[in-house]
Nanobody
Framework: EVQLVESGGGLVQDGGSLRLSCAASGFAFHSYAIGWFRQAPGKEREGVSCISTEGRTYYTDSVKGRFTISRDNTKRTVYLQMNSLKPEDTAVYYC?????????????WGQGTQVTVSS
């Protein structure tokens, strides 16, 4: 069974920090790029950060300098360290595992974890 389980969300004040974790099982974790997405009510799901199988990282402009993504293939876990949180970061955060093996693309999603930043 493929599983991606997010944890670490919660309620923090403006300027606070959280570290999200995504624990993976049931698939070849090391062969997948892993991303964090978020979705606020009434808004489209937005890519926040991703890390490739080679360790290359990407951040959307709004979180650059504040968020850091990392992966531990031995622990089969991806982390998102979030510092200097802002109210606009409030959303459900989802972990995604992605792999393209032509002609098929694989996408696995976790259940999400709520992050709420109070002003």
């Amino acid at each position: 069974e493929v599983q991606l389980v997010e944890s670490g969300g919660g309620l923090v004040q403006d300027g606070g920090s959280l570290r999200l974790s995504c624990a993976a099982s049931g698939f070849a974790f090391h062969s997948y790029a892993i991303g964090w997405f978020r979705q606020a009510p009434g808004k489209e799901r937005e890519g926040v950060s991703c890390i490739s199988t080679e360790g290359r990282t990407y951040y959307t402009d709004s979180v650059k300098g504040r968020f850091t993504i990392s992966r531990d293939n031995t622990k089969r876990t991806v982390y998102l360290q979030m510092n200097s949180l802002k109210p606009e970061d409030t959303a459900v955060y989802y972990c995604n595992a992605h792999r393209v093996t032509s002609p098929i693309a694989y996408d696995y999603w976790g259940q999400g974890t709520q992050v709420t930043v109070s002003s």
